[in-house]
């Protein structure tokens, strides 16, 4: 599609700049030296590469500015003129070549200068071949690129703490997380989506103290979550009121690292409770994960990360406790307490080594809130003073907060916690009633599958529409509208070109035999034809809202397109064309919410 179209217009363009222009400029170069000739001309050469135009061709914002456009200010520099001079040569002097088979075979039918730019427009048979041709022959993995093949990615998502319930904070580690993940797939690499669970440190001693003094008194048996949950805020209420039982906590943990049996067992019981009730909720955001590491996986290989640390002269003792020094750029990274515990820097360490050694991690990324920043900035310049160059390729894809209008702050601890479960079954409610109003004809069972599919879809979408390292507010009224910038309005356009399909009676053939009447079928086309670098780039930004964004300005393209324009019932040879755009738009549509895990119903 674009991509493929720009490499190809790259290989054209290399070939004319490396020939007709620079051999109308060696004209100019008379009174240069044979050996500033040659520089200048070795100079040019380098920058008219296939690869080197490839990264600087881009599309310009308006269609009326052509579908691609080349900067030549790298020409004009080494050259020393000016770029709209450089600009007004090279279109001449490629004007004079658009009727040539090669230019014909490209598609490309017009070329303008624009200040230091070349403009370029190709023939609507040209793009549609490309559009049309990538939608037969790629199907599902439309957009598809090879450029990680052979490469492995591990992430870490999700990643909830055992014995809390999941609340709408985890949403975002969560569902960006897995974008994250999909996304890296489109683009070749083999992707392992690492659950590093929250299942040891001294809360476990807390709470196996709390479950052996007051368990009996709670339904473990029918209701084991909320009975662990309750527990929990309960030790926290009494350790108010009597301190002395924060020691007793540490004291059942610290047992529980000797390896007392009895506290295993109970400590097991709770990670175990804990990843059924996490499964739902990861089912109904189709999430999912490929191993299960918690912390508690990497207890044996802590003392082999110290052994390395001292070895290498990097553990110092700083109040009894283990650190390395980072030097003025950040505080020491605390390895060991003084009283004998590890922390979450000691067992990162060891994860990151794992992954890299035993999971054969290519990048190795870690999708955590923003104020865990300095905390990986730690643990990963450890592991480059460690020598380990592989340190380059560990990412932390830092997202910002939730924030409500209330300004509520959440505390697990106090109880005081959105639950992301209820903010889900709320979005769903509210869903249910406004498809039961606009589709009173459906089943019940149609009406749950459609408001699960919009109300989960919708709250997922406001989450991945904004850039992640920003904070998010939650707003009912803006993530559950059917119109603007929200995930139900993007499922609507999706309905629309179903329903359009159901009514034509047939598969659209992928035809490019009419020239477009339009300008809105061209602009449609334009947009749809960006797909596949649209991956490429919410890919290397980690940024699935770059994705989230295209889809609402495909949405707003194609309703200009829909408004503007008579589909059905038009002669023949238009019917068919338009409902050719109507298939492709239904189908970037369906692909990028899959991408971003959101379900694409038939109706609504």
Not at 2 to 13: C, D
Not at 97 to 112: D, N, P, R, S, T
Not at 301 to 328: D, F, H, T, Y
Not at 577 to 589: G, N, W
């Amino acid at each position: 599609m674009f991509k493929q179209l720009r490499q190809e217009t790259s290989l054209y363009l290399s070939d004319f700049m490396s020939h007709s222009v620079l051999n109308e400029l060696r004209k100019s170069w008379t009174m240069e030296s044979p050996e500033k000739q040659a520089s200048l001309a070795e100079q040019f050469l380098v920058a008219s590469s296939a690869d080197a135009l490839d990264r600087v061709l881009e599309k310009p914002k308006k269609l009326e500015h052509g579908h691609l456009a080349l900067p030549l200010f790298p020409f004009a520099k080494v050259l020393r003129m000016g770029p709209p001079q450089l600009a007004a040569l090279a279109a001449g002097l490629l004007k004079a070549k658009l009727q040539e088979a090669q230019a014909e075979k490209l598609g490309l039918i017009g070329v303008e200068p624009a200040g230091g730019f070349l403009n370029l427009t190709f023939s609507d048979r040209a793009l549609q071949q490309r559009l049309f041709g990538a939608l037969v022959n790629e199907g599902e993995r439309l957009g598809y690129s090879t450029r990680g093949q052979g490469k492995r990615i591990v992430i870490d998502y999700s990643s909830p703490n055992v014995a809390k319930p999941m609340h709408v904070g985890h949403l975002r580690a969560t569902v960006i997380g897995q974008a994250i993940r999909n996304i890296a797939e489109t683009q070749g690499y083999e992707v392992i989506g690492l659950n590093h669970l929250g299942d040891w440190g001294v809360q476990f001693g807390k709470l196996a103290w709390a479950y052996k003094e007051w368990g009996s008194q709670y339904d473990f048996k029918n209701k084991p979550f909320q009975s662990l949950f309750e527990i929990y805020v309960r030790f926290h209420e009494e350790a108010e009121k009597s301190p002395e039982l924060e020691a007793k906590g540490s004291m059942v943990f610290k047992n529980l690292e000797d390896g007392d049996t009895a506290i295993a067992e109970i400590w097991k019981m709770f990670v175990d409770i804990s990843l059924v009730e996490y499964q739902r909720l990861w089912d109904l955001l189709g999430v999912k994960h490929d191993l299960v590491r918690g912390e508690s996986f990497y207890n044996s290989r802590l003392k082999v990360v110290e052994e390395m640390l001292e070895k290498k002269g990097l553990l110092e003792q700083s109040q009894g406790a283990s650190v390395v020094n980072l030097g003025e750029e950040m505080p020491p990274c605390l390895i060991r307490k003084s009283d004998g515990a590890s922390l979450y820097a000691t067992r990162d360490l060891a994860s990151a080594i794992y992954r890299k050694e035993d999971l054969k991690a290519d990048l190795n990324l870690y999708v955590v809130g923003v104020d865990q920043s300095l905390h990986f900035k730690q643990v990963f310049k450890v592991l480059e003073k460690c020598g380990f160059e592989w340190a380059k390729d560990c990412h932390h894809i830092a997202f910002g907060m939730y924030r409500f209008k209330e300004g509520m702050k959440m505390s697990t601890r106090k109880g005081q916690v959105v639950f992301l479960e209820d903010v889900l079954n709320q979005a769903i409610e509210r869903t249910a009633e406004v498809v039961a109003e606009k589709n009173p004809n459906l089943s019940a069972v149609e009406r749950a599958s459609i408001a699960r599919d919009v109300g989960v879809g919708a709250v997922a979408f406001n989450d991945l529409l904004f850039d992640r390292v920003k904070n998010v507010e939650f707003d009912w009224d803006r993530i559950l509208s059917f119109e603007g910038d929200s995930g139900p309005y993007v499922q609507y356009m999706y309905v629309r070109c179903a329903s359009l399909i159901r009514k034509y009676g047939k598969e659209p053939k992928m035809t490019t035999d009419r020239t477009l009447s339009a300008p809105e079928e061209r602009e449609l086309v334009r947009v749809l034809m960006a797909y596949d670098d649209i991956l490429e780039t919410a890919f290397d930004g980690f940024k699935p809202n770059v994705l989230a964004q295209y889809l609402l300005e495909v949405c707003a393209v194609f309703s200009r397109f829909y408004h503007n324009n008579r589909i059905l019932g038009e002669e023949a040879s238009v019917e068919e064309s338009r409902m050719a755009l109507v298939r492709a738009t239904k189908e970037i549509l369906h692909q990028g919410l899959k991408h971003l895990s959101i379900r694409t119903p038939e109706f609504m």
